[in-house]
């Protein structure tokens, strides 16, 4: 069974390019910051990567935490946001080049369907 509805996938497959992504730093304070991500080959994980990446604090956070989360979202005309947050467990890979992967642990969406309304705050 997948970690994404059948939405969230249709969601996840189209050209959105950018999310934001949330690890912990050593100093135990959350550090967000905006990535470029896709649908890992098998449309189960999120695989997210960049220049210079291993060199990054977020793939730092990664490694000594194997935790992460990511939203990917956008807004349609009038106001209309569609979202999806990913969190799971994470790997910080190296070979054959430097990403993180992300293995959903738990996936809430919203906006996806029509009528579907926004989720709590907490």
Known sequence: MS??????????????????????????MPHVTPVGWSLGPDEE?????????A????FRDVARTHQAAIVI?????????????IRGHAEALTDPEPRI???????ISWGLDEGSASPDAG
């Open 101 to 107: 992967v992300i293995h959903p642990t738990r996936v």
């Open 45 to 53: 994980t999120i695989v997210i990567g960049g220049r210079d990446f």
């Open 73 to 85: 979202d956008e807004v349609l005309p009038p106001w209309r946001p569609r979202a999806i947050e």
């Open 55 to 58: 060199a990054t604090r977020k």
């Open 3 to 28: 970690a994404f509805t059948a939405a969230e996938l249709d969601f996840l497959r189209t050209a959105r390019l950018l999310g934001r992504l949330a690890t912990v730093g050593s100093d135990g």
